[in-house]
C-alpha cells in the first residue's frame, strides 16, 4: 500500500540551529516525492520535489531509495521557516503524510 | 493571475443536511482535485477529474460524497445527509494536465462544520 509517515508531530527548533523533518514512504515503483508547506493562514504550497533536486528557501531534502526516505533539512533555521509540513508522494493523486509542524524559536 | 478559488470559505450546517462546497480552478487547467483535510490528518485524497471526466473517485469515502465538472471548469463537491465526521476542510486544486510532472496548486479550502 502506498503510504507516508512523517513521525514527528511538532519538532521545536531555535533559531540558527539545523532542521531535519522526517519523511518515510512505502511504494512500489519509482515514487515522486515532494514536500509542501503550509504557513499560518496561507493555502498549502509546494515547497519542493526530489526530481528538481533543488534547494527553495535553504531546504533540501534527498531521496533514498535503500531507507524509502525523504527527509527536509536546513542547516541554520529561520523564524519565518515556521509553519507546517507534509511530505507527499503522487502518481496521479497526491497521498500526504500526516504533516509536522515546525515551530522555531527565537 | 488568479488563482484557485473555492466558496464558500466556511459553511455550518446542520447533520442531515445536503451542502454544495464550489471549486474554480486556474484558467487553462483541465485537472481538478478534491481533498478533504480532518483536524491533525494531512490532506486525504476524494476524487479528481482529467477534463469532464472523473478519473478516479477512489477516494470518495461513501455513495453520500459526489462530485460534478459539467464544463470541464468548475466543478461541485456534493454531500448528501451530512454527518458529524464530515467536519474537516474541503481542498481543491488543479494542474494544467494529470500526471506526477504537473504542479498541483491548491486552493484555500472550505471548512466544513456539520452541528
Known amino acids: 500500500a502506498q503510504r507516508v509517515t512523517q513521525p514527528e508531530k511538532l519538532l521545536s527548533v531555535f533559531k540558527g540551529a539545523p532542521v531535519e523533518l522526517k519523511c518515510n514512504y512505502s511504494?512500489?515503483?519509482?515514487?515522486?516525492l515532494f514536500w509542501y508547506v503550509q504557513y499560518s493562514r496561507q493555502r498549502l504550497q509546494l515547497l519542493l520535489r526530489?526530481?528538481s533536486r533543488e534547494s527553495i528557501k535553504g531546504f533540501t531534502a534527498d531521496l533514498n531509495k535503500g531507507e524509502t526516505s525523504f527527509h527536509l533539512k536546513k542547516p541554520f533555521a529561520q523564524e519565518e521557516d515556521s509553519a507546517m509540513y507534509y511530505c507527499?508522494?503522487?502518481?496521479?493523486?497526491?497521498?500526504f503524510g500526516k504533516g509536522t509542524r515546525l515551530h522555531i524559536l527565537p | 493571475g488568479a488563482g484557485v478559488s473555492q466558496t464558500p470559505s466556511n459553511k455550518v450546517t446542520e447533520k442531515g443536511k445536503y451542502v454544495e462546497l464550489r471549486c474554480d480552478p486556474i484558467s487553462g487547467h483541465t485537472a481538478l482535485y478534491w481533498y478533504r483535510q480532518s483536524l491533525g490528518q494531512g490532506p486525504e485524497f476524494l476524487i479528481y477529474?482529467?477534463?469532464?471526466?472523473?478519473?478516479?473517485d477512489s477516494g470518495l469515502p461513501n455513495d453520500r460524497f459526489f462530485a460534478v465538472r459539467p464544463e470541464g471548469s468548475v466543478s461541485t463537491l456534493k454531500i448528501q445527509r451530512t454527518e458529524r465526521g464530515d467536519s474537516a476542510v474541503y481542498l481543491c486544486a488543479s494542474s494544467l494536465t494529470a500526471g506526477a510532472y504537473n504542479e498541483q496548486f491548491f486552493g484555500p479550502g472550505t471548512r466544513l462544520t456539520v452541528l
Open positions: 511504494y512500489s515503483g519509482s515514487p515522486e
Open positions: 526530489h526530481i
Open positions: 507527499a508522494l503522487r502518481d496521479d493523486k497526491i497521498i
Open positions: 477529474f482529467q477534463g469532464t471526466g472523473a478519473a478516479d
